[in-house]
């Protein structure tokens, strides 16, 4: 079955929808969201983090927020964070949206992300945790400060948007 994307102008407007991968492919720029859980605890927040499968057709093997996607055109940029959020993760929660930004990535197998990115975040409170091995090969809780330290020092172990999202989630948290 194939995904489709919805597509934007810069404003965020919907101009259209297209197939995920045409999209990808094309450059088109379309929705997207990252979704953060947070915990406070004596060393301050921590993230939790998952590390993509590497089947995924871009960025697999890579660690990034704990969940990422596109809302299909039928649903409401919230609604496809908490879908995905359960098909990745496992994980029931409300989510808070901070806000959003436009990034674009070129990857080396000819696909590019050009999205305008919503960021969401939820305070974790022991809900379960159940990754899906399709899409998830790992997860991991990691400092904050640690994790930005990391990003700046090792950017190939890390998706393209993992750092600006952070700045998105500092911006609301």
């Not at 590497?54 to 660690?63: A, D, E, F, S």
């Not at 809302?71 to 806000?99: C, K």
């Not at 930004?101 to 919503?118: C, W």
Request: proline share 3%.
């Amino acid at each position: 079955m194939s995904e489709f994307v919805t597509l934007v102008d810069a404003n965020d407007t919907v101009i259209g929808e297209c197939e995920k991968i045409e999209a990808h492919e094309n450059a088109l720029l379309h929705r997207a969201f990252s979704v953060f859980i947070i915990k406070q605890t004596d060393e301050g927040v921590e993230i939790l983090l998952q590390r993509r499968n590497r089947i995924k057709y871009h960025c697999g093997g890579l660690w990034t927020n704990t969940c990422c996607g596109h809302p299909r055109p039928s649903e409401t940029v919230s609604n496809g964070a908490h879908r995905r959020l359960i098909e990745e993760m496992g994980i029931v929660i409300d989510l808070t949206f901070i806000d959003k930004f436009q990034y674009r990535a070129d990857f080396e197998n000819g696909l590019t992300e050009n999205e305008i990115d919503h960021v969401f975040y939820a305070r974790y409170n022991n809900e379960t945790i159940e990754i899906n091995p399709d899409e998830v090969s790992e997860h991991a809780w990691v400092n904050l400060n640690e994790l930005k330290k990391d990003i700046v020092e090792q950017p190939e172990r890390f998706t393209p948007w993992l750092l600006p999202a952070l700045a998105v989630l500092e911006s609301g948290i």
